[in-house]
């Protein structure tokens, strides 16, 4: 009998690569529900990646992440995480898995307990 890996499967390997790669250290089960959170968007070829230089994808970001998701509104945090995220990840990498970059986010704003 195979066994296939779900595309949930699939983008955690993704990331857990990524995250590798950049020495960032991961808790599994934290991606896992981070993963879980996004949605679908983590599947799609465009969904899945951060356009750290759109801004208009960056408020999104701000917005809908980690304003809703998180409640974190204090701007200077926001910005912040933001920038340590990109940082993180490497600002000239294209590829910015938006569940790595989120689970960094979590962490750097410590909204663990979100995902508790």
């Known amino acids: 009998m195979l066994l296939t890996m779900s595309k949930l499967d699939d983008a955690i390997e993704a990331a857990k690569k990524q995250m590798k790669a950049q020495s960032i250290p991961c808790n599994e089960e934290l991606l896992r529900k981070i993963a879980k959170g ?41 910005d912040k995480a933001i920038a340590h995220a990109i940082e993180k990840i490497g600002s000239s990498n294209r590829q910015k898995l938006r569940t790595v970059f989120c689970y960094i986010i979590v962490r750097k704003l410590k909204k663990e307990s979100v995902y508790g």
Request: glycine share 10%; proline share 2%.
């Open 38 to 78: 996004l949605g679908p968007s983590i599947y799609t070829a465009d969904g899945k990646l951060v356009a750290a230089s759109d801004a208009k994808e960056i408020a999104t970001v701000k917005k809908s992440f980690i304003g809703k998701k998180l409640g974190e509104t204090d701007e200077k945090k926001q």
